[in-house]
């Protein structure tokens, strides 16, 4: 019943802005669809990361792992006044993450794993620059499918009975999932650039679609109102906006991702209190933009 009000109430709000905006629908098509359409260039992406697997309720910790990942997409780079750089980028994506291609530490007593991922996304940001140099801090959002392809206990350690059913369930099989990222473009040239990012992932071990559609119904809503927010604040003060911009949506995506590490559908469900497989990672890689 909590989360029902909770819903209600986002969505009364979300209909009174959109009643405010007569214009916000064509704009929106305008700025975020056709503009795209024409004025994008295709991109490939390549990086490299290292993280964490964890579950709350596996009580073995997971090795770390490696994780090489591909994007395949469009970018496209608006200027404004001479000075702001709004980044604006939609993909796909397939990763590789093991615990055999990592060699940042050696834990011992840990499970390790091997794990396919695929998706699409987008990646939205608002930074500083030039056609030749660009600094863009940005967030993006994505829909993923993980499977995990393996795992193994450590040697000499009997793994919990309740351990092995809630690895099982994610064996051999593509589970739903979101992950964002908050991370840092930098254009060197107009064709290549440096990324850098800190991802979290959620990987639902059973995906109830009524409760994660509520749950990412109030996260987007909550996201367009902060956006909202930014936005006014940019346009009164661009260079101290930018950083507000990056700040506050990274702190709301990374607040609720914590809710949701803790109880997959947050805040709808709660009683059954289900902890999904989740990712950290941070990545670097390259960009080329053609």
Known sequence: MKGASILFLFLISGLLIAQDSTNIYEDYLDNNVFDFIYKSHPMVEINYGFGTPQNKNISLDFKDVGSWDIKFGRSEQKRYEGLLVDLNERYIFGSYLSSSIQNISETDNAITTKTYRFGFGSRDGLGFGSSKFSVVPYISQDF????????????????????????NNYIGTFRFGDKSAYGIKVGLTSMIQLNANYETSVVYRRHLFWYWSGSMLLSQVGYNLLTQFTDDIVDRSPVIGTIFNFALKAGYQYGYYLLRKEDMNWPLNTSGNEAPLTFETFNFGVSFIF
């Open 144 to 167: 993923v499918w993980t499977k995990l392809a393996n795992f193994q206990r450590p040697i000499g350690i009997r793994m919990p009975d309740f351990d092995s059913p809630i690895l």
